[in-house]
């Protein structure tokens, strides 16, 4: 399954942005679906998840500000994220919970900063 992510770019700090992540077939329905993040000098993290039961778990550190959500009619995952920090700059990716290594796209690149 080919998965491509877009709808990154420059945001001043307390932005918001709306990230897409298309997928090439129908795993929505029988995957947890989750969006995951490499900052600079760091590893990729997964920092949202959302179950095949649509519920959704978050990392504390966007918590109340971040939502994971799928429209499974259209294969799309999205990630709302509101009061952007410069922390949160990171290229961004969405990939299946766990993450299968053959599905990671190049991923979005989030830059927060004034």
């Known amino acids: 399954v080919q998965l491509q992510a877009c709808g990154g770019g420059l945001v001043q700090p307390g932005g918001s942005l709306r990230l897409s992540c298309a997928a090439s077939?129908?795993?929505?329905?029988?995957?947890?679906m989750g969006w995951y993040r490499r900052a600079p000098g760091k590893q990729r993290d997964v920092v949202a998840v959302?179950?095949?039961?649509?519920?959704?778990h978050y990392v504390d550190s966007v918590k109340g500000r971040f939502t994971i959500s799928a429209d499974n009619a259209k294969n799309t995952l999205y990630l709302q994220m509101n009061s952007l920090k410069p922390e949160d700059t990171a290229v961004y990716y969405c990939?299946?919970?766990?993450?299968?290594?053959?599905?990671w796209g190049q991923g979005t690149l989030v830059t927060v900063s004034s």
């Open positions: 990939n299946e919970v766990p993450p299968v290594r053959d599905s």
């Open positions: 077939g129908n795993i929505f329905r029988i995957n947890d």
């Open positions: 959302i179950t095949i039961g649509d519920n959704t």
